[in-house]
């Protein structure tokens, strides 16, 4: 068979502002793979299916990322994907398989080893795609903070931003299932509706309805899940009971322009606010078998609910970028590389 | 014996910035009081021996303050304070007891009941000021807040901001009898000698030293000790180890005007910060027997070292409110009402 090409995702350039599809990222098509002859020395290759799009991934796009690694000009972006086994020479890895870990957005790899790669089970018989979202990075996220820091008693009240989101979407739930009062924001009314059908009791769209005005009304709030930072953590602090826990997944309104300045930190002592920053890493090893014995199980049967905005092909994927760091994303992004 | 005159500094008017004498508040000697006929309606006599001054205080002087009551014009200021009974008609309450509790800002009083006062026993003859400072209010909020969420370690490093302060200052001696390295901020050269004098590793003028530098340098923290808020909590957000414990007792750079605005809140996030604010009252049920069993003894025999600020005579108390709001006090403020 004849190469084909490998269509990839590259970053560009960091941007200022937002990531704008052909400027901070190109999809290029230049390169050529053999699927059948290309040389695995050992490994696997992989034909990605689909790669997760995440607010988190604007801290990639910075030369002085605060996380570990940061987008290379030239190479492909990356995140976390599912991809399905072509060829492998690993013991262990056969054709037909499914990959999950962090994969370049790209049609075809080859990879060495299954360091830092799970193979999927998929007992639930789950949509491929969900392993990046309800079922993987974001419903981990969501699941580890909310078990380790929510403290949630039945009766609070809940305040959750990006409501709609991956993250948010299944905060809501869980907030729910523990009894509590759910306050939703989202910026969208097709994004509130999502979080009314999931269960919150109180959904709004901040861009159009003061956020202040329906804490004022609805809250105190008693735990907040933050994904935004800026104004809505500013309302949430004004608008906290007395200890109240605040859960800091994201502060999106700061990651592509300075983000509005917070005021009311002085509620942190007089209200004796907790506020818990974390990342998944660490609370990882505690609840990992936890989740993944119940999670996909939930989702199958229709207890969880979630909803994905898919992006067919990787050359629309710099769009997809673009639109979850604006929040024009109907709900969860996911970029669908192949079909299988 | 013919009625003296009972001097009371008055709250005057609500200040836009800085509690400036004779204005936000006022000295007043109209009032009289005959110490021997005054009736006491079964309560006691008391003569006030000092009171204390708190940088907290500012948050009195709001009429919408966030402390649950705040100052009323024409009425005396109120704070901790230690008085000698003088007479009593109420069982258990003796002429000569010492009393401590929240006392007017003035040179005699009647209080009607012990309801939120107690006898000071002072088994280790300390001076009764110690009773507002060390060993009083502000060492319950080192010592409590320090256990309860420092979760410090061995060689980990503290940072200490108004580190000669009376909550500061015990913090900096906690650290260290706890093994940790500690640096410590104070806004004088005298106060940083202080500082150093009571065990902190590094201490510096936050006013002619750039303390991004010297965290930079000495850092990162693994315990923020947070007093002032604004620039020294964004300077410690920036130079946070992973897993840092924040505990916010107090910002007092935004008390009198507005805060600085703190940019470096991302940092929540990728280090994985806790903070904690606090109120002593939610504390003091845990640790209060505790630490009146083991602090007055460690102050008696030396071991934790305090240092005051007195100002002798109420006339000057509106100074000393000022002062500690402008950081110009040289330690923990205490006024001198009467002597003994």
Do not use: T
């Given at each position: 068979m004849a190469p084909v090409k490998n269509g990839r995702l590259l970053f560009n350039e960091y941007p200022e502002g937002y990531p704008i599809p052909g400027k901070t990222t190109v999809y290029d098509e230049s390169e050529t793979i053999d699927?059948?002859?290309?040389?695995l020395d050992g490994g696997f290759l992989l034909k990605v299916l689909n790669v997760s799009v995440d607010p988190y991934l604007r801290g990639k796009?910075?030369?002085?990322?605060?996380?570990s690694d940061h987008f290379l000009p030239g190479k492909p972006v990356y995140n976390l994907g599912v991809g399905v086994v072509l060829?492998?020479?690993?013991?262990g890895v056969k054709p037909g398989d499914h990959i999950y870990g962090y994969l370049p957005f790209q049609q075809y790899v080859v990879k060495p080893s299954l360091d830092d790669y799970q193979i999927l089970q998929n007992e639930h018989n789950l949509p491929w795609s969900a392993f990046v979202g309800v079922a993987g990075m974001p419903g981990e996220t969501a699941y580890y903070s909310w078990k380790e820091y929510s403290s949630a008693k039945k009766g609070e009240v809940a305040f959750v931003s990006t409501a709609a989101g991956s993250v948010g979407s299944f905060i809501v739930q869980l907030a729910k299932a523990d009894g509590l009062k759910v306050i939703a924001s989202a910026g969208s009314d097709e994004k509130v509706a999502f979080a009314k059908s999931i269960g919150a009791d109180v959904a709004f769209n901040y861009k159009t309805t003061d956020t202040n005005e329906v804490l004022a009304k609805e809250g105190p709030i008693d735990v907040y899940y933050d994904n935004v930072g800026g104004s809505s953590l500013d309302a949430a602090l004004a608008h906290a009971s007395q200890g109240a826990r605040f859960i800091e997944?994201?502060?999106?309104?700061?990651?592509?322009?300075?983000?509005p300045p917070v005021k009311n930190l002085m509620s942190i002592i007089y209200k004796e606010i907790k506020i818990f920053g974390f990342l998944i890493t660490s609370l990882r090893p505690k609840y990992v078998d936890e989740f993944y014995r119940e999670v996909p199980k939930l989702v199958a049967n229709g207890t969880i609910k979630y909803l994905e905005d898919r992006t067919q092909g990787l050359q629309y994927a710099g769009h997809a970028l673009e639109a979850v760091q604006r929040g024009t994303?109907?709900?969860k992004s996911v970029i669908i590389v192949n079909e299988e």
């Open positions: 699927l059948e002859n290309v040389p796009m910075r030369v002085d990322s605060a996380y060829r492998s020479e690993l013991s997944c994201g502060m999106i309104s700061g990651y592509n322009a300075d983000p994303n109907k709900a």
